[in-house]
Nanobody, 126 residues
Framework: QVQLVESGGGLVQAGGSLRLSCVAS????????MGWFRQAPGKEREFVAT????????HYGDSVMGRFTISRANAKNTLYLQMDSLTPEDTAVYYC???????????????????WGQGTQVTVSS
């Protein structure tokens, strides 16, 4: 079992930045593929970004490409999401997730992830 706890959400003006963190605990002796997803009210959960076990490979959703950066600090069991140039359309609950799978295929589907955090709210005002 892996427990994930997100933090760093909040209220920010359009054009601003936030950095989300996700700390893993439990069976962290293994590394996992990690991802960020988000869900806005009335919408389906959306893929944001994913990162490989070593951190060398990343993939992003089209709506955040060039504005968001996913990274990880394995020694700290921590995943990050740097969000720049935020717009009101980025308003959502952001979730981090961990996957046990061994694959080089980008993990964009939320069904492929095994553990989830409780989410952190990000609100961008216009």
């Amino acid at each position: 079992q892996v427990q994930l706890v997100e933090s760093g959400g909040g209220l920010v003006q359009a054009g601003g930045s936030l950095r989300l963190s996700c700390v893993a605990s439990g069976r962290t002796e293994r590394r996992y593929i990690m991802g960020w997803f988000r869900q806005a009210p009335g919408k389906e959960r959306e893929f944001v970004a994913t990162i490989s076990r070593g951190g060398g490979t990343t993939h992003y959703g089209d709506s955040v490409m060039g504005r968001f950066t996913i990274s990880r600090a394995n020694a700290k069991n921590t995943l990050y999401l740097q969000m720049d140039s935020l717009t009101p359309e980025d308003t959502a609950v952001y979730y981090c997730a961990a996957a046990q799978a061994f694959t080089n295929v980008p993990m964009r589907n939320d069904l492929d992830y095994d553990w989830w955090g409780q989410g952190t709210q990000v609100t961008v005002s216009s």
